[in-house]
């Protein structure tokens, strides 16, 4: 099982609120915990069975306007390692990626074009990611777990 949800927000510190911080917080964090937790009930995981979490490279790496968001999927961090750590005695993993963030998509061509040079193999696409997910969730994954994939083409290099 995958959770890629994430609610992205992009914000400025100064303008948060306890409920702007509620919504990306209940999607990325409690919404992967609760369905992590639903994964390992009796009768739906199998033994072997793995839950990969898709996460950002917003958690390691901080920028202006993700306060928020970045901090959610960092909690991913803890939660994925620490549910790995339980699970592994019923034979079930627990992985989590990381990916670009989709700041692109807010950014003038300039802010664009060097976003894309922070990325030495430029920019992922939504394959690239679903494979690392196939490989974690596969056979060849059955021995990794509370371990994270971070996927951004090199983003955290710099």
Same mark, same amino acid.
């Not at 999607?27 to 199998?46: E, H, P, S, Y």
């Not at 019923?90 to 074009?113: K, W």
């Given at each position: 099982?995958?959770?890629?949800?994430?609610?992205?927000?992009?914000?400025?510190?100064?303008?948060?609120?306890?409920?702007?911080?509620?919504?990306?917080?209940?999607?990325?964090?409690?919404?992967?915990?609760?369905?992590?937790?639903?994964?390992?009930?009796?009768?739906?995981?199998?033994?072997?069975?793995?839950?990969?979490?898709?996460?950002?490279?917003? =958690?390691?790496?901080?920028?202006?306007?993700?306060?928020?968001? =970045?901090?959610?999927?960092?909690?991913?961090?803890?939660?994925?390692?620490?549910? =790995?750590?339980?699970?592994? =005695?019923?034979?079930?993993?627990?992985?989590?990626?990381?990916?670009?963030?989709?700041?692109?998509?807010?950014?003038?061509?300039?802010?664009?074009?060097?976003?894309?040079?922070?990325?030495?193999?430029?920019?992922?696409?939504?394959?690239?990611?679903?494979?690392?997910?196939?490989?974690?969730?596969?056979?060849?994954?059955?021995?990794?777990?509370?371990?994270?994939?971070?996927?951004?083409?090199?983003?955290?290099?710099?």
């Amino acid at each position: 099982m995958a959770h890629c949800a994430g609610a992205y927000q992009l914000l400025p510190l100064q303008y948060l609120s306890a409920a702007k911080i509620e919504t990306p917080m209940r999607t990325n964090v409690t919404g992967a915990i609760m369905l992590v937790k639903a994964f390992r009930a009796r009768g739906c995981a199998v033994r072997g069975s793995g839950v990969v979490l898709v996460s950002s490279v917003a =958690a390691f790496s901080g920028a202006p306007g993700l306060s928020a968001y =970045a901090a959610g999927k960092a909690a991913l961090t803890g939660f994925s390692r620490t549910a =790995a750590s339980e699970l592994a =005695a019923g034979g079930l993993r627990v992985n989590r990626t990381a990916m670009p963030g989709q700041a692109g998509q807010y950014l003038g061509a300039e802010q664009l074009e060097k976003l894309r040079l922070w990325h030495p193999l430029g920019f992922g696409e939504p394959r690239d990611v679903a494979r690392a997910i196939a490989f974690l969730l596969a056979e060849t994954g059955r021995w990794i777990t509370g371990f994270a994939l971070v996927l951004d083409g090199g983003y955290t290099l710099r």
